[in-house]
Protein backbone atom coordinates (compact mmCIF):
# COMPACT_ATOMS: atom_id res chain seq x y z
CA UNK A 1 0.00 0.00 0.00
CA UNK A 2 1.60 3.44 -1.07
CA UNK A 3 1.38 6.27 1.39
CA UNK A 4 -1.29 8.85 1.07
CA UNK A 5 0.25 11.59 0.12
CA UNK A 6 2.01 9.55 -2.23
CA UNK A 7 -1.54 9.57 -4.18
CA UNK A 8 -2.34 12.96 -3.62
CA UNK A 9 1.43 13.91 -5.03
CA UNK A 10 0.62 11.63 -8.43
CA UNK A 11 -3.20 12.69 -8.52
CA UNK A 12 -2.14 16.36 -8.29
CA UNK A 13 1.02 15.89 -10.40
CA UNK A 14 -0.12 14.01 -13.01
CA UNK A 15 -4.10 15.01 -13.37
CA UNK A 16 -3.15 18.79 -12.55
CA UNK A 17 -1.33 22.24 -13.58
CA UNK A 18 1.17 23.85 -11.37
CA UNK A 19 0.10 27.62 -10.12
CA UNK A 20 2.15 30.26 -8.55
CA UNK A 21 0.74 31.33 -5.37
CA UNK A 22 0.83 34.77 -4.73
CA UNK A 23 0.08 37.18 -1.58
CA UNK A 24 -0.75 40.56 -1.50
CA UNK A 25 -0.01 42.36 1.87
CA UNK A 26 -0.99 46.12 2.40
CA UNK A 27 1.28 48.55 1.92
CA UNK A 28 4.09 46.17 0.60
CA UNK A 29 4.74 44.44 -3.05
CA UNK A 30 3.26 41.66 -3.81
CA UNK A 31 4.83 38.51 -2.88
CA UNK A 32 5.71 34.98 -4.83
CA UNK A 33 5.54 32.08 -2.27
CA UNK A 34 5.39 28.91 -3.65
CA UNK A 35 5.09 26.87 -7.43
CA UNK A 36 1.91 24.69 -6.54
CA UNK A 37 0.72 21.47 -7.96
CA UNK A 38 -2.93 21.82 -8.32
CA UNK A 39 -6.05 20.21 -9.89
CA UNK A 40 -8.60 23.50 -10.88
CA UNK A 41 -12.27 22.63 -12.03
CA UNK A 42 -15.58 23.60 -12.01
CA UNK A 43 -18.32 22.99 -9.14
CA UNK A 44 -21.02 20.71 -10.40
CA UNK A 45 -24.65 22.62 -10.60
CA UNK A 46 -25.61 20.48 -7.53
CA UNK A 47 -22.56 22.35 -5.32
CA UNK A 48 -23.40 25.99 -6.45
CA UNK A 49 -25.39 26.91 -3.11
CA UNK A 50 -24.56 28.94 -0.10
CA UNK A 51 -21.38 31.07 -1.10
CA UNK A 52 -20.32 29.47 -3.76
CA UNK A 53 -21.55 31.36 -6.89
CA UNK A 54 -22.22 29.98 -10.06
CA UNK A 55 -18.76 30.77 -12.17
CA UNK A 56 -16.54 30.03 -9.52
CA UNK A 57 -14.00 27.06 -9.37
CA UNK A 58 -12.52 24.71 -7.09
CA UNK A 59 -8.65 24.47 -7.02
CA UNK A 60 -7.33 21.42 -5.14
CA UNK A 61 -3.82 22.40 -4.01
CA UNK A 62 -1.00 19.95 -2.53
CA UNK A 63 0.16 20.38 0.87
CA UNK A 64 3.38 19.45 0.50
CA UNK A 65 3.97 21.96 -1.83
CA UNK A 66 3.02 24.81 0.36
CA UNK A 67 4.82 23.70 3.60
CA UNK A 68 6.95 26.24 3.61
CA UNK A 69 4.83 28.97 3.76
CA UNK A 70 3.34 30.47 6.76
CA UNK A 71 0.22 30.33 6.26
CA UNK A 72 -0.13 28.00 3.71
CA UNK A 73 -2.88 29.27 1.84
CA UNK A 74 -5.47 32.07 2.93
CA UNK A 75 -8.39 33.77 1.46
CA UNK A 76 -7.38 36.48 -1.06
CA UNK A 77 -4.33 35.09 -2.47
CA UNK A 78 -3.91 34.61 -5.94
CA UNK A 79 -3.05 31.34 -8.19
CA UNK A 80 -1.47 32.73 -10.95
CA UNK A 81 -1.86 29.91 -13.61
CA UNK A 82 0.51 29.25 -17.03
CA UNK A 83 -2.07 30.99 -19.70
CA UNK A 84 -2.03 34.24 -17.40
CA UNK A 85 -5.33 33.58 -15.92
CA UNK A 86 -5.72 34.77 -12.43
CA UNK A 87 -7.69 33.49 -9.79
CA UNK A 88 -8.84 34.63 -6.44
CA UNK A 89 -9.40 32.68 -3.27
CA UNK A 90 -12.49 32.84 -1.49
CA UNK A 91 -12.14 30.00 0.77
CA UNK A 92 -9.45 27.87 2.45
CA UNK A 93 -10.41 24.29 3.54
CA UNK A 94 -7.29 22.39 5.21
CA UNK A 95 -9.52 19.75 6.84
CA UNK A 96 -11.21 17.28 3.88
CA UNK A 97 -8.12 16.02 2.85
CA UNK A 98 -6.08 15.05 6.00
CA UNK A 99 -4.94 11.17 6.57
CA UNK A 100 -4.87 11.55 10.59
CA UNK A 101 -3.53 15.12 11.54
CA UNK A 102 -1.83 15.33 8.64
CA UNK A 103 -3.09 17.91 5.83
CA UNK A 104 -2.96 16.24 2.25
CA UNK A 105 -3.94 18.83 0.52
CA UNK A 106 -5.78 22.46 0.55
CA UNK A 107 -9.48 22.73 -1.07
CA UNK A 108 -10.35 26.49 -2.00
CA UNK A 109 -13.03 28.29 -3.84
CA UNK A 110 -11.49 30.61 -6.03
CA UNK A 111 -12.85 33.18 -8.69
CA UNK A 112 -11.45 34.85 -11.71
CA UNK A 113 -10.40 34.54 -14.41
CA UNK A 114 -9.23 31.04 -15.96
CA UNK A 115 -8.19 32.00 -19.80
Known amino acids: MRAPAAEY ?3 LRDGGEVVTLKRI ?5 EQ ?3 TVSA ?3 GYRPEEVV ?3 QAG ?3 AILLAEDLKDVSPPIQK ?10 VLTVVT ?6 KYGTTVLAYVCQVSGTAL
Open 32 to 34: TLA
Open 56 to 58: NRK
Open 92 to 97: VDSSTH
Open 9 to 11: REM
Open 39 to 41: RIK
Open 50 to 52: GSI
Open 25 to 29: VPNQP
Open 76 to 85: NDRLVLASGG
